[in-house]
């Protein structure tokens, strides 16, 4: 666009649409609303049908709308700087027969975790359904792939895994690896006497562990729960009996902090539970946990807990925790006191903290057709749940990242919504005092055309003050793309760059039986590197295989090192990077990877969609009073029996090569340009007499009313400068 030869007829576009706006700002906005909570579904999905509960909305008193509400920017037009490329990429685990029975583990529930050290000195340890791989930062293979259950030294061999969701985190304070897998999803009523579900903790006893058996040491506790709830359960006295399902995870310098949603027998959501690991002792060879459990009945909207891991130090020494109420609003919890004597604060989470947080979309992404066209398949976004959470402490400025799956701009569509929110905005030094949280900034990233969904994001902020998000991203004209997109700390507020392409799928997927919503994810890592505190890291599920016939799709998973974010200075390039080391069919489009909700993998030789939740469920909701948490008794279980025998052992099935690593790629500043050589730097190009961020900068400051009226200014003046 020629805009010297439009500057005159868009001043008068723009003026029309101001007026149009400040027509539309209310007088006055009441701070009383009625929201109503997120839908909550275990590992079936979203695509399940949902088992409504009455009352599933509340009343409550917000701050005024124009005060919390934020205008997240598209990220078309971001100035000068961009998402950093990736500087390697190689392949992690893909879909493969498992080595004790040919068992096959779908979707991949990808995670990934990074340890200090250069190069072969360094560890990447990735997680999936279908086990643990340990890599050097080279991309070369330390320990093959072992199933999850030899790994814990449970189950026998040629049975199938009855573990799942498996989450890695490399914790600084500690300097070691922690694992968290469950085990089980049968209740006493479902399933016969005792039940079975299993929260196990694997500790990695060095920084740089070399194998998958000695270098690790083995907890495990139940998940079991009974909860109250109205009375009218099936388990002794009217009680719920529960299991653990999709675990967070997170630490500071004294806690270990794992969070599950708890669900019954038929899969209805009853509560959540938060266990607090004293982590002395884990690391001293012993396990203590508090468990604080919440019912769903007594506390609305309790639906995917996540724990902050922590960056620095919080101010008043507290531990937060954060979920999404709803699309108006969430909760910021705390927990204070000893690791060995925590507590949790009961006014840090009965207080609702008002946000934008998009709306919840049940119905998939679409995806491209192996033959062209769209795909009768869509791709489960798992919306609206917080799918991942980070504290960063930089200078005494504290915050809190979040990222999820959600429609923020109302087109039908969800993007990968992100926050930045100040979790004690008076700066309080009181330990187990209730802080005033608030939302600092948002945005999202949306996909790179007009009918693109993004979805499953990841987060992770570094000691600059630069974010990056990890999403998936999928339209009707392109297979699922593993992308991600960075701010830099002296962006403007509520921006972030344009996405960079990292990997590509080599197909159509399909692999669920008849299910016309395909699992993906669960979740996805997006990570800092420990040696400097500045490199993200990400890892993400892809398409390694399109589909044929049907039902024969196989997933993959990518991992990739991404380029100095340079929070001051020049300009990265962004990087259209080759694709994963299997080669892809050519004229095929891109693969990608997710964050989804948690689902327990299904042997080959039986339908997924046969082991996932025929129903889904929504939290009970009830009375907004809400009685004290006091913590249940203290479980001291000892610590599991060391390390897997060998007989569980699986061989090395050939999957993972010992070598992955991918040449620097070309580097293009879009992908319409041509490249101009290995490693070559673009000059950015010209900027326009016009520019876009002060225009957008005018219609924020000329617009201070509703989000509904920022928006539509926003939206139009992206259409003109783009026209």
Not at 200 to 225: E, K, M, R, Y
Not at 481 to 496: N, Y
Request: net charge negative; hydrophobic share 35%.
């Amino acid at each position: 666009m020629d805009l010297h030869r439009h500057k005159s007829d868009l001043s008068i576009r723009i003026g029309f649409l101001l007026l149009l706006s400040l027509s539309r700002i209310p007088l006055a906005l009441a701070e009383s609303e009625t929201i109503q909570a997120d839908y909550a579904y275990p590992s079936g999905g979203s695509g399940a049908p949902k088992v409504l509960s009455g009352g599933e909305a509340i009343t409550v008193d917000l701050p005024p709308l124009a005060s919390r509400e934020k205008v997240p920017v598209s990220p078309s037009l971001k100035g000068m700087r961009k998402t950093p490329a990736s500087t390697l990429t190689f392949q992690g685990q893909n879909q493969a027969p498992s080595s004790d029975g040919g068992f096959v583990y779908k979707p991949p529930d990808t995670h990934a975790a990074v340890g200090p050290g250069s190069g072969a000195s360094g560890r990447v340890v990735e997680v999936t359904n279908s086990g643990v791989t340990i890599f050097e930062k080279t991309g070369a293979t330390v320990a093959s792939r072992m199933d999850l259950d030899a790994f814990l030294g449970i189950g026998s061999v040629g049975s199938p895994n009855g573990t799942f969701d498996p989450k890695v985190l490399f914790d600084q304070h500690s300097n070691r690896f922690f694992v968290v897998i469950l085990q089980g999803k049968m209740t006493p009523n479902s399933g016969g006497s005792g039940g079975l579900s299993n929260v196990h903790i694997v500790v990695s006893d060095n920084a740089v562990p070399g194998n998958l058996t000695t270098d690790w040491s083995f907890f495990s506790g139940s998940g079991l729960t009974d909860f109250a709830g109205d009375g009218m359960g099936p388990g002794p006295g009217g009680v719920y009996e529960t299991w653990f399902d999709y675990p967070g995870i997170g630490a500071d310098a004294t806690r270990l902090v794992v969070t599950g949603n708890m669900f019954d027998g038929d899969d209805s959501f009853r509560g959540a539970k938060i266990r607090v690991y004293d982590k002395a002792l884990l690391l001293a060879g012993n396990q203590s946990y508090t468990d604080f459990d919440i019912d769903a009945t007594v506390t609305l909207g309790v639906f995917t807990i996540q724990p902050c891991h922590v960056y620095g130090t919080t101010k008043n020494g507290d531990f937060y925790l954060i979920n999404r109420f709803g699309q108006s609003a969430y909760r910021l919890w705390q927990i204070t006191g000893s690791a060995e004597s925590p507590s949790l604060l009961e006014g840090s989470y009965t207080s609702l903290r008002g946000w934008t947080g998009g709306a919840q979309i049940v119905i998939g992404a679409p995806q491209r057709a192996a033959g062209g066209g769209t795909s009768a398949f869509t791709i489960d976004t798992l919306s609206s749940r917080v799918l991942d959470a980070k504290y960063r402490n930089i200078g005494g400025t504290e915050s809190v990242w979040c990222c999820l799956s959600a429609d923020s701009d109302v087109d039908g569509r969800t993007e990968g919504v992100w926050f930045e929110i100040d979790p004690n905005v008076t700066g309080s030094v009181s330990p187990g005092v209730v802080t005033t949280p608030s939302v600092r900034q948002s945005g999202f990233v949306n996909g790179g055309s007009l009918e693109s969904w993004a979805f499953l994001p990841s987060i992770a902020s570094n000691a600059r003050g630069d974010a990056m998000v990890c999403f998936s991203e999928s339209s009707p004209a392109n297979f699922v793309e593993m992308r991600a997109a960075a701010r830099h700390g002296s962006d403007s507020p509520d921006t972030i760059q344009s996405s960079v392409l990292v990997a590509t799928s080599a197909g159509e997927y399909d692999d669920f039986g008849s299910s016309l919503n395909e699992r993906w994810g669960d979740y996805s890592a997006c990570v800092v590197d420990p040696d400097d505190d500045a490199t993200f890291w990400i890892a993400n599920e892809v398409v390694h295989v399109g589909r044929s016939i049907g039902d024969d799709a196989r997933w993959g998973t990518r991992i990739a090192r991404m380029g100095a974010t340079l929070a001051s200075g020049a300009p990265t390039p962004t990087a259209t990077l080759p694709n994963s080391p299997t080669p892809t069919p050519p004229n095929t489009p891109t693969f990608t990877w997710t964050v989804a909700a948690t689902l327990t993998p299904s042997p080959s030789n039986t339908p997924a969609d046969t082991h996932v939740p025929t129903e889904t469920v929504t939290p009970v909701t009830s009375a907004t009073s809400i009685p004290p948490h006091s913590p249940t008794s203290t479980a001291t279980p000892t610590a599991q029996g060391g390390t897997p025998t060998e007989t569980a052992s699986p061989t090395v099935d050939g999957s993972i090569p010992t070598s992955t690593a991918i040449p620097s790629p070309t580097l293009l500043e879009t992908p319409t340009l041509t490249p101009t050589g290995e490693g070559a730097a673009i000059s950015p190009t010209a900027v326009a007499p016009l520019d876009p961020k002060k225009l957008l900068d005018l219609i924020r400051d000329m617009s201070k009313g509703s989000a509904s009226s920022r928006d539509l200014l926003i939206r139009s003046a992206y259409w003109l400068l783009e026209e």
